[in-house]
């Protein structure tokens, strides 16, 4: 079968349009503003599972799975009234989200959201709906920064660190910052916190880690955290992620690199000094171990951590808010959390 994904059938596309038109008219179900469709869960966890075998196959080069992934994401809304502009930050390409009735001159928050993908596809189209409806929930006005950050294996480690670094510092100075981040992205996002702190530079008021991938030593069979597939059980509930993907994608991001080094997997990390963090996992994903263990590790170092752990569900679920009413409550619950952790004395 040809690798080029226009030559490839369309069954994701189709099984989405076939659960819009099954879920008009029946009551119970989510209909996102202006759409007037919901998708009940179990045909929405049918189409994340032809997604995942046809967009995460670890034997078909990544630029291929990039297109795959790229045009099934087609099938995601997005709110109404949610505008969208490329632009550059800090000499990295970037989306930037802002909802258009709420839009100020100057607006009160940047909340930076770093997409998932395993380090080596997706962008920021991946995020979009779950961005979208944070900036919705959110008490006061946001406008987010989706960065579309260097990918491996053409950029492995530390280039992906650099971009969200650079994307940071460029606002920093511009007032209250808040991080959040998407499996591979969620990583990123802690990284990149991890790597302020070290610095002695400012730190985001709240951090969101949904679904986060946080020790890529478990992928690769290094000695510190375990095997990924070492609960047969949950690698075949897990209908998005397989060990053999995530595996391929560790070894391109590592690049050479220790997969147990803090910066690359930072679950390894000393967490203290910081922010608060949310973090969100789904029960049938091969990912929910590392949420688990951070928030575990987390209570130790004394951060403030929250641990949200969403039964039957699938990896990066929250990515399909608006279709799915679990995603959409993962979206407001992290507007949320990041609203209250901006109250707090000291945060302007």
């Known amino acids: 079968m040809s690798a080029d994904p226009t030559s490839l059938p369309s069954a994701p596309l189709a099984l989405a349009e076939e659960a819009r038109a099954g879920a008009r008219g029946r009551p119970g179900l989510l209909a996102p503003p202006g759409l007037g469709l919901g998708v009940p869960r179990g045909l929405l966890r049918g189409f994340m599972g032809l997604v995942g075998r046809w967009a995460f196959d670890p034997a078909v080069p990544f630029e291929a799975q990039r297109r795959r992934l790229a045009l099934a994401g087609r099938s995601l809304p997005r709110p109404r009234g949610l505008g969208v502009v490329g632009e550059v930050v800090g000499g990295v390409p970037t989306e930037r989200l802002w909802l258009t009735r709420r839009r100020a001159a100057d607006p009160a928050v940047t909340l930076v959201h770093f997409h998932g993908g395993g380090y080596c596809v997706g962008g920021p189209f991946v995020a979009r709906a779950f961005v979208g409806h944070v900036l919705l929930g959110a008490s006061r006005p946001v406008e987010a920064l989706l960065p579309a950050y260097r990918l491996a294996p053409e950029a492995p480690f530390p280039a992906a660190l650099e971009d969200a670094l650079a994307v940071l510092d460029a606002v920093a100075e511009q007032g209250p910052v808040v991080v959040s981040g998407d499996s591979a992205g969620a990583g990123l996002a802690l990284a990149a916190t991890l790597a302020r702190r070290d610095a002695g530079a400012s730190l985001p008021a709240a951090v969101v880690l949904h679904c986060p991938w946080l020790d890529l030593g478990a992928d690769l069979g290094v000695a ?24 391929t994608c560790a070894e391109a991001y590592c690049g050479g690199r220790s997969p147990l080094d803090p910066a690359v997997s930072p679950l390894h990390a000393d967490l203290r000094g910081l922010p608060p963090l949310l973090v969100q996992v789904a029960g049938d994903d091969l990912l929910h171990p590392d949420g688990r263990r951070l928030a575990v590790a987390a209570e130790q170092a004394g951060v403030p951590c929250q641990l949200s752990v969403a039964v039957g569900l699938w990896h990066d679920f929250g990515m ?5 009413a679990a995603g959409t409550r993962a979206a407001k619950q992290a507007a949320a959390f990041l609203s209250g952790a901006l109250m707090a004395p000291g945060t302007s």
């Open 320 to 324: 399909q808010a608006g279709l799915l």
């Open 224 to 247: 510190g955290g375990g095997r990924r597939d070492e609960d047969p059980a949950l690698v075949a509930r897990d209908v998005v992620l397989s060990p053999a993907w995530l595996a």
